[in-house]
Nanobody
């Protein structure tokens, strides 16, 4: 099991930027595929972006393409989500999640395929 702690959320004006971090402990990030999800009250958790265990492959939801960038830093055992051009609709709690790297890469959309989750960090985008 890997422990995950997100940070970097906050209040930002529309058009602004935030960089979310997800610090992993207990295991190297290279043992896992990674995803970022977000959730607003009353709605299901929504896929945002994913990166594979080696950091060589990324994928994005349509809501994130061209605005968000997922990356990792093996030396810091940390995942990032750089978010630019933020919109009020991006408001929500953002979670990072891990699934073991022997899982099929193309199941990145499915929250149930992830075994470890952080506590979330709140992003609020003001119009």
């Amino acid at each position: 099991q890997v422990q995950l702690v997100e940070s970097g959320g906050g209040l930002v004006q529309a058009g602004g930027s935030l960089r979310l971090s997800c610090l992993a402990s207990g295991h190297t990030i290279r043992l896992y595929h990674w995803g970022w999800f977000r959730q607003v009250p009353g709605k299901e958790r929504e896929f945002v972006a994913a990166i594979n265990w080696s950091g060589t492959t990324t994928t994005y939801a349509n809501i994130a393409k061209g605005r968000f960038t997922i990356s990792d830093d093996n030396a810091k055992n940390t995942l990032y989500l750089q978010m630019n051009g933020l919109k009020p609709d991006d408001t929500g709690v953002y979670y990072c999640a891990a699934r073991e790297n022997d899982r099929p890469w193309n199941s990145y959309l499915n929250p149930d395929d992830y075994t470890d989750w952080g506590q979330g960090t709140l992003v609020t985008v003001k119009a």
